[in-house]
């Protein structure tokens, strides 16, 4: 009734001079008038009740920022926070075992490393919130699944996009983060050429989305996020080290993660940042992307599908810098730990910030072929495999990482091979398909 009350208001000219009509003396003219107000009243009762019923039913128009799927609109309204509470679970996520515990915010938290990662911060007393939107680029059962184990653990995910301004001063509103462990984005390098839009909203807009955010929160927090090896691209040199070129990306996807280090680099500079950049060389393990090789190759093996193995020109061995997920959750905590305090305050900076960036390898690349020797020897199933040239699509022959740096730096040292990391692997893929339909398999 609220909605009649300004319509009723823009009525009560037609009304009171239909009053007044009654005042007038009798008159031809008048008595005009007169004959003719029944069938005024009626139109005006009858417009009244459409435009009552057009407002009542109705629904409500959507703002343009309102259009995009986001937690900010719907856990603002009050039937939303009687049914989630996710201010409090947020709050609740963030607090820390102890006074020097850090509070980290994890981008893309219900992603591989993602989880993996923000397990290892709460299991050691940190606080913990994730953000995550769950887009559906691989199965996002998967994903849900990992969701519960972090629930389990004491993680709460706020489900929303990165893109989200509002949502993202929200959180941090809710919670003073002292660290910021950004490893939400688009993955994969084949997948951006179906869909090169996804990467750059994603991987460059999300970053200054975030970054923005970074900036203008008093006090800043210290960011570690997640760039690639792939940004060493057409390297012909090897082992890749921090200081070699990176101007010849072979992909989209590559040439994000590129964009990505540039951007750190100019909020550094100007808003006093602490950014730290991790060169990730091919992470695989338990709960790991199923758009990865060692993944598929499992399903396909115990499927008895066909398995592709590629070669480059000349047959010419592809081979890559396998790297244990534990491995480089150590080196993330490390990265977290070793990061020095921004040095901005709401948007202005005050000094010179740190700035870095690290490979996370493991210094011991292995050719496709005898990975798939491996899985035949875990699984006890002979793979059919088919040998064909790599297409060009934006992978590269040969990943190696130099990791001195890191090694002098953070401490870090990878202690799984690739065969040890594997068994791991397919014990837990076993277990977590097996209790499916085997069709999932």
């Avoid at 009762?45 to 057009?54: E, H, T, W």
């Avoid at 059962?141 to 929303?160: P, S």
């Avoid at 790991?288 to 066909?306: H, N, V």
């Amino acid at each position: 009734m609220t909605q009649l009350k300004p319509i009723l208001s823009h009525l009560d000219p037609i009304l009171s001079s239909s009053t007044a009509a009654g005042k007038f003396k009798t008159s031809p003219y008048n008595l005009h008038r007169f004959r003719f107000h029944p069938r005024l009243t009626l139109w005006s009762f009858l417009f009244l009740l459409f435009i009552f019923i057009f407002f009542f039913f109705s629904p409500p128009s959507a703002s343009s920022s309102g259009k995009r799927r986001s937690l900010q609109t719907a856990a603002f309204s009050p039937k939303a926070r009687l049914s989630y509470n996710w201010e409090i679970k947020t709050r609740n996520s963030a607090r820390t075992r102890s006074g020097s515990g850090f509070r980290v915010l994890v981008t893309g938290a219900a992603g591989f490393v993602g989880t993996h990662v923000s397990i290892s911060l709460k299991r050691r007393g940190d606080g913990v919130v994730g953000l995550d939107n769950f887009n559906s680029y691989y199965e996002t059962g998967l994903k849900k699944a990992r969701k519960l184990l972090l629930e389990r653990e004491g993680v709460y995910i706020v489900e929303g996009d990165i893109n989200d301004a509002d949502l993202l001063s929200k959180l941090f509103e809710i919670v003073q983060f002292t660290h910021v462990m950004h490893l939400a984005a688009q993955a994969g390098v084949r997948y951006a050429m179906q869909n090169p839009g996804s990467y750059v909203h994603s991987n460059v807009n999300g970053f200054v989305t975030l970054l923005e955010t970074c900036k203008d929160a008093n006090p800043q927090p210290s960011i570690v996020w997640a760039s690639s090896s792939s940004v060493y691209g057409l390297n012909s040199k090897v082992p890749f080290s921090e200081k070699d070129r990176t101007d010849q990306p072979a992909s989209l996807y590559a040439a994000t993660k590129k964009a990505g280090e540039e951007i750190a680099h100019s909020y550094n500079h100007i808003y006093g940042l602490s950014i730290t950049g991790l060169r990730f060389f091919t992470v695989y393990g338990p709960w790991g992307r199923p758009d990865m090789a060692y993944y598929f190759f499992t399903k396909d093996i115990l499927r008895g599908k066909e398995i592709k193995i590629f070669e480059g020109a000349d047959h010419s061995t592809v081979a890559r810098d396998f790297t244990y997920i534990d491995d480089v959750v150590k080196g993330c905590l490390a990265a977290l730990d070793t990061a020095k305090r921004s040095t901005g305050s709401g948007g202005k900076k005050r000094g010179a910030a740190q700035l870095r960036i690290y490979n996370l390898g493991n210094t011991s690349p292995v050719p496709v072929a005898k990975l798939v020797s491996i899985l035949e020897k875990l699984l006890k199933v002979k793979a059919k495999k088919r040998v064909l040239q790599m297409p060009r699509n934006g992978d590269v022959l040969y990943t190696h990482a130099n990791i001195s740096l890191a090694s002098k730096e953070l401490g870090y040292k990878p202690k799984t091979d690739l065969e040890a990391g594997l068994k791991k692997f397919v014990k837990w893929y076993v277990s977590y398909y097996g209790s499916k339909k085997k069709s999932a398999i």
